[in-house]
């Protein structure tokens, strides 16, 4: 089945515990990204890549880092966690955003207390 | 800055009714426009994708219009359901190198059986 695959689903970290989010696609997408969802902001880009090691900011970068070593594979990095990144985060893939949309995964709800 | 309006914010209908869900935008220069549905606590399921040399698409019950000129998408919803009952948002692709995307903050939808 085509799809997106994040885990964790629900993750509660203590302030400053670093901790990555995976999201991986097997769909031999190029363009993969992330999202964060908050109530009356909606969604908001975090990062996103076209590529193999090809990597810029979204609307939302800092306290975030990405890495895009494989094609299937795209970790959210977050070094030192902050109350603030408190959100449902999302990972996205298309084989190119211009013609064909986007398929989302399942989402991760990150608390950080 | 593309910016993306979904009115209204949450909107009730009996079972049975028609409903029109509305996306504005303010940048015309729009690769395409995709609507999405997103159950509480859940992913992005990709509904419709519009693209900039289409007028229209549709899915079943489902009926998505595009007027660039206007800056307006439009969910047609026929013969609602129950099961209808989510959020609905519309996200704008534009150039930039990147494909941009900008989301709306949707619109919730409860159908009343």
């Known amino acids: 089945e085509a799809q997106v695959t994040q885990n964790p689903r629900y993750l509660i970290t203590v302030t400053g515990k670093k901790l990555t989010v995976t999201c991986s696609q097997n769909?031999?997408?190029?363009?993969m990204s992330w999202y964060r969802q908050d109530p009356g902001l909606g969604l908001r880009q975090i990062y996103y890549?076209?590529?193999?090691?090809?990597?810029d900011k979204g609307d939302v970068p800092e306290g975030y880092k990405v890495s895009r070593k494989e094609k299937r594979n795209f970790p959210l990095i977050l070094e030192s966690p902050s109350p603030n990144q408190t959100s449902l985060y999302f990972c996205?893939?298309?084989?190119?955003?211009?013609?064909?949309?986007?398929?989302f995964g399942s989402g991760t709800r990150l608390t950080v207390v | 800055k593309q910016e993306v309006t979904q009115i209204p914010a949450a909107l009730s209908v009996p079972e049975g009714e028609n409903l029109v869900l509305n996306c504005s935008f303010t940048?015309?220069?729009?690769?395409?426009l995709q609507w999405f549905r997103q159950d509480p606590g859940k992913g992005l399921t990709s509904l419709l994708l519009?693209?900039?040399?289409?007028r229209e698409q549709t899915s079943g019950r489902l009926n998505a219009s595009l007027d660039k000129s206007s800056g307006r998408s439009t969910l047609y919803i026929a013969a609602s359901q129950p099961g209808d009952s989510a959020t609905y948002l519309c996200?704008?692709?534009?150039?930039?190198?990147?494909?941009?995307?900008?989301f709306g903050i949707g619109t919730k939808l409860q159908v009343i059986p």
């Open positions: 996205a893939s298309s084989p190119g955003p211009q013609y064909y949309g986007y398929t």
């Open positions: 769909m031999n997408h190029e363009y």
């Open positions: 890549s076209m590529n193999v090691e090809v990597t």
């Open positions: 940048d015309s220069a729009i690769y395409n």
């Open positions: 519009i693209q900039s040399s289409q």
């Open positions: 996200a704008g692709s534009n150039s930039g190198g990147y494909q941009k995307v900008t």
